[in-house]
């Protein structure tokens, strides 16, 4: 077997490893289309009852909030806004100067329903406007999109691992790109509810393992001591793709033909089969040898270094730990688990951070459009600050602890969550500062929470614990959308409540974890358990409970 390590140090770092950065990176960039396109699909939209005593009658001549509207319609106290399907009953009786919008024409103590005409901020195709999802109690439907979404890719990640290890991580990258750009062109087609969200849900699954495969593929290219760099600019492509789809649906606003717009590209990657190469560790392991040399050599020709004499007793890829992740399923990872309180415990609290981390993350995300001012703006704002925090975090974990920074990253989310909460409204550039720093900081968390996983699971479960937590981290953001529901019910102030209190609860359990930074990683699971103590491992090399 080849020694691929060792063949990639004398190949060095060249052009071939700047144009596959390029090429994985505008991939990474289109896996965040999917997750994020439905927060402008099934946006909530301000509007009010029509009036037709007071409005005009011609529609381009009616406004959002013209004065007589407090006489009209009954406003809501926590956030100052009309609510969006009532209206107060008019008097009989003559008029008033000549006209009914004024305090005497309406009959403050009777509300109405409308249900068929409304007066919009901004007009905007969604599909609220076009399958009648209006008023207040039909809200959580809209919600429910984004839980759809992420419920899918709850399903898809475990999914997409299984086929990227059956089938390859190339055809699984290029698989899930296509055919997720082609789903969702065909829901932009979708002619009722029903049928938009069963389309959500298969392009969720299918779209879930992009990021993950193209990760694995670039990592591959990069010699071991440049893969925090080169981590740190793919993840710096990723909030790009979400500006651009909040940029082209402020355009369009016709949530049909944003679909569309974002998802036709997709259909290009299909050009990666023969643009971009097989993970050789993955043809390594089904014994395609003499693809991993026609690989290896077109690197060497790219690059322009010569191709090394390969000796003939070239050493194994394979570790002592590959082949114990061979040898190990999944039933016995879980009993090694179960056996030892001190990994299914470790295992439960890791579980929750990546839960509040998810929740925090994607609930900030989702309600950036809620916030004054221009919401495709504060959305761009919002994802903005996630290209600053991928290069901050290792900045942050070299001068900290692995747990620490963690735990203050949290602390400072939370902070800034409950100081949005009291400023007061007309300090609206104080406001939306500190949602950007809270954003700012719980993005740094979840590029740690990475890390920590990591390192402080054995060899033998390390990928498994990986997947899993991971997996559970998608409750995290399958609640995220329903947290803006929290508003309708509970006032303006309980979302970023609940996010703030989250956080703070996330940072607590953090520091019951164990430090792991500058240590080796744990190939046992005793020496998972010495992580952090004093204890020595007493049988190194025996997975022992």
């Given amino acids: 077997m080849v020694d691929i390590d060792n063949v990639l140090v004398s190949l060095g770092m060249g052009r071939y490893q700047f144009m596959g950065c390029m090429l994985f990176g505008l991939m990474i960039m289109y896996s965040n289309v999917s997750p994020v396109t439905y927060v402008f699909t099934a946006s909530d939209l301000k509007y009010r009852c029509e009036i037709p005593e007071c409005d005009a009658p011609n529609p381009e001549g009616r406004i959002y909030d013209p004065e007589w509207l407090r006489f009209t319609i009954p406003y809501r106290n926590d956030t100052n806004q009309p609510r969006k399907c009532l209206r107060y009953a008019a008097l009989s009786g003559p008029l008033i100067n000549g006209t009914r919008c004024s305090s005497g024409g309406f009959n403050e103590s009777l509300t109405e329903w409308c249900r068929d005409s409304w007066v919009f901020e901004e007009f905007e195709n969604t599909i609220g ?146 643009l971009t190469e097989e993970s050789m560790r993955w043809l390594e392991s089904q014994g395609k040898h003499d693809k991993v040399i026609n690989a290896l050599k077109k690197i060497a020709a790219v690059n322009k270094k010569p191709f090394p004499d390969l000796p003939t007793n070239t050493q194994t890829l394979e570790s002592v730990d590959d082949k114990d992740d061979k040898d190990a399923n999944f039933g016995s990872i879980i009993k090694d688990i179960i056996r030892s309180s001190t990994i299914f415990w470790r295992m439960i609290r890791c579980s929750y951070v990546w839960i509040a981390v998810t929740l925090v993350y994607y609930g900030l995300t989702i309600s950036s459009t809620d916030i004054a001012g221009d919401k495709y703006l504060n959305f761009s704002l919002v994802l903005l600050v996630e290209i600053p925090a991928c290069l901050l975090n290792w900045l942050i974990m070299e001068g900290m602890s692995r747990k620490m920074s963690l735990s203050c990253m949290f602390v400072f989310s939370g902070v800034t969550c409950v100081m949005y909460n009291l400023m007061p409204s007309e300090f609206f550039l104080i406001k939306l500062s500190l949602f950007l720093v809270s954003k700012l900081a719980i993005s740094i968390a979840f590029c740690i929470i990475y890390m920590l996983t990591a390192e402080i699971f054995p060899t033998k479960m390390r990928a498994t614990m990986m997947s899993m937590c991971s997996m559970l981290g998608r409750i995290g953001s399958m609640l995220s959308p329903q947290a803006t529901l929290l508003t309708e019910y509970f006032g303006v102030y309980a979302t970023m409540l609940v996010f703030g209190m989250t956080a703070f609860a996330a940072a607590a359990i953090t520091m019951t974890l164990p430090e792991s930074k500058n240590i080796k990683l744990p190939n046992t699971i005793d020496e998972a358990k010495g992580i952090g103590t004093d204890v020595k491992p007493k049988n190194i090399g025996k997975n022992s409970p």
């Fill in 129 to 274: 406007t076009e399958f009648g999802l209006m008023c207040e109690d039909n809200k959580w439907k809209l919600s429910m999109v984004g839980t759809i979404n992420n419920f899918g890719q709850f399903i898809g990640i475990p999914v997409s691992g299984i086929v990227a290890d059956r089938y390859g991580r190339k055809f699984t990258m290029v698989f899930c790109a296509a055919t997720s750009a082609a789903l969702c062109i065909i829901q932009s087609f979708s002619n009722s509810y029903s049928m938009f969200m069963v389309l959500e849900f298969v392009s969720s699954i299918v779209s879930s393992g992009i990021y993950t495969v193209t990760f694995i593929l670039a990592m591959e290219l990069f010699l071991p001591q440049q893969r925090v760099l080169y981590y740190s600019i793919l993840e710096c492509f990723l909030p790009v793709g979400s500006i651009l789809v909040a940029y082209i649906a402020s355009l369009v606003q016709d949530w049909r033909i944003l679909l569309r717009l974002v998802n036709i590209p997709g259909l290009l990657f299909l050009s990666y089969f023969w």
